[in-house]
C-alpha cells in the first residue's frame, strides 16, 4: 500500500532524479572518492597539515563521505514532497552543512579522547579553537539559511536537527 500511494503520485522525472543524486553522492563523485582521498591522506606528513592544499582535502574528503550522505537524506524528501528547484536547492545547502557540522563536531569531539594518528582531523589541522570557531560560523550559516528560507512550522525541526548535531557530546 505504500508503494502504491507513493507512486500514485510521483513522476518519474523526480525518482530519475533521487536515483542519479543518490548513485552520484556514494559513486565515483561522493563516498568512494572521499575514501580514496581519506586513504591517501593518510600519507601526508606532519609538517604539511597547515597548507592550504591539505585544507582543501579534508573539506573534500568530509564532504564526500559524511556531507552529501546527510544532503541526500534532507533533499530526498523535498524531491519527494515536490518542492520548488529554489527550495530544493536550499535543501542541498542546508543538508551539505548538516554533514560539515556533523563530521567537524565529530573530529572535534573524537580529539578530545581518542588521536588517530593517520587521519586528518579538523583539530590536527586548524586547532582546537579554529575548529571550533568554523563549527560556529556554518552553524550561523545554516540557521540563517533555514530562518530566512522556511516557515517556523516548518523550520522548527530542522533548527532541532541543527542543535542535536552541534551540540551533542559523543
Known sequence: LGF???FKNFSIKRLKEILVL???YIGLEGLIAGQVLDIESERIKDNKLKSEKVKRLLKNIHINKTAKLIELCIVIPGIIKNLSYKKINLLHKIGRN???LFQITDDYLDSKTLQD???ITYPKVYGLTETKNIINKIY???????NQNFEIEKSGYM???LDLIVNRSK
Open 159 to 161: 533548527m532541532y536537527l
Open 4 to 6: 502504491e500511494i507513493f
Open 98 to 100: 548538516y554533514g560539515l
Open 140 to 146: 550561523v550559516q545554516t540557521q540563517k539559511l533555514i
Open 117 to 119: 594518528e593517520k587521519k
Open 22 to 24: 543518490f548513485a552520484n
